[in-house]
């Protein structure tokens, strides 16, 4: 192995990750271009044949392989493997997990989902991260046309991750979120779960299950929700979110009291987005108790 290829492989057993990408690769050899470190270089910076090579050695060599279920990624065969939730994060750092799997993370349910459920942006958001990211890392270098720089491309989640059924939501409104401490994994905040269950119930178990979570634990975790459901970016999560707690929950709270400013008379406004109209109705809040 050359002294270029070490020098990937130590790199590569420092940050421990899995999964890596042809990109991912690119940057850590060009920082060893780079770091002055690695004997008998022949240029300032990696050429595409010099990646190419170098990637193919460590193919050879078993070091990597294409990953199972991300087949644009490659499985870093020295470290160990990770659970669904970590490598879905892994391989895709703007998505993060959300849902009922999120409710299941946080005791807010005590139902098992099969499937895993991520939030990510839209495309066009993810494409503009990725060349914001590219940007970033090599900067003038790009417009230099003698100079060989790694495309950066979205991954696309396959069906499923080590086993588990994957279900994807791309949203226009990308929420907050944390980071699994002693993990690889994101999680969306749990002010931001209990927003998303007013968004889209049917992805947290059906709105009968939500009102079930919201009665047992919005107590628990009031100022988390209304300080996420006051920046929401739609008033109906306000309208649905002031009904459960002032009406259903019995909460006095001048917050929440506020959102009232948002009902308006004489809309369709429903409280399970998923189910038709009923002719049941909360005339403080104005909104169809369809449920």
């Not at 970033?136 to 060989?148: I, K």
């Not at 069906?159 to 993990?183: D, M, N």
């Amino acid at each position: 192995m050359t002294y270029l290829g070490e020098a990937l492989v130590r790199r590569l057993d420092e940050v421990q990750s899995p999964l890596v990408s042809n990109y991912d690769l690119f940057v850590h050899l060009w920082q060893l271009h780079e770091s002055g470190d690695v004997k008998y270089l022949r240029s300032e910076h990696p050429s595409r044949d010099t990646f190419s090579r170098t990637r193919t050695l460590l193919k050879q060599e078993g070091l990597l392989r294409r990953d199972k279920d991300y087949h644009s990624l490659w499985r870093v065969t020295s470290v160990s493997d990770v659970p669904a939730d970590d490598a879905v994060c892994i391989a895709d750092p703007f998505c993060y997990i959300s849902h009922l799997s999120a409710m299941q993370r946080y005791g807010l349910t005590n139902r098992r989902p099969e499937a895993l459920f991520l939030t990510r942006p839209l495309d066009a958001v993810v494409r503009q991260k990725l060349k914001e990211r590219r940007e970033e890392d090599f900067g003038e270098v790009l417009h230099d046309s003698e100079v060989y720089v790694e495309k950066l491309t979205a991954v696309r989640h396959p069906e499923h991750v080590r086993g588990r059924p994957v279900s994807i939501l791309a949203s226009k409104f990308f929420g907050s979120w944390r980071q699994v401490r002693a993990s690889r994994a994101r999680i969306g905040s749990v002010g931001q779960t209990f927003l998303d269950m007013l968004e889209a119930p049917e992805r947290c178990g059906g709105m009968r299950h939500v009102l079930e979570a919201w009665e047992e634990h919005a107590k628990t975790y009031l100022e988390e929700i209304i300080r996420q459901v006051s920046d929401a970016p739609k008033a109906i999560y306000k309208v649905r979110a002031g009904y459960i707690l002032s009406e259903r929950l019995g909460i006095e709270d001048q917050r929440v009291l506020e959102w009232k400013s948002f009902a308006q008379r004489g809309g369709s406004r429903l409280l399970d987005p998923d189910r038709p109209y009923l002719d049941r109705y909360s005339e403080e809040w104005m909104i169809s108790i369809n449920v």
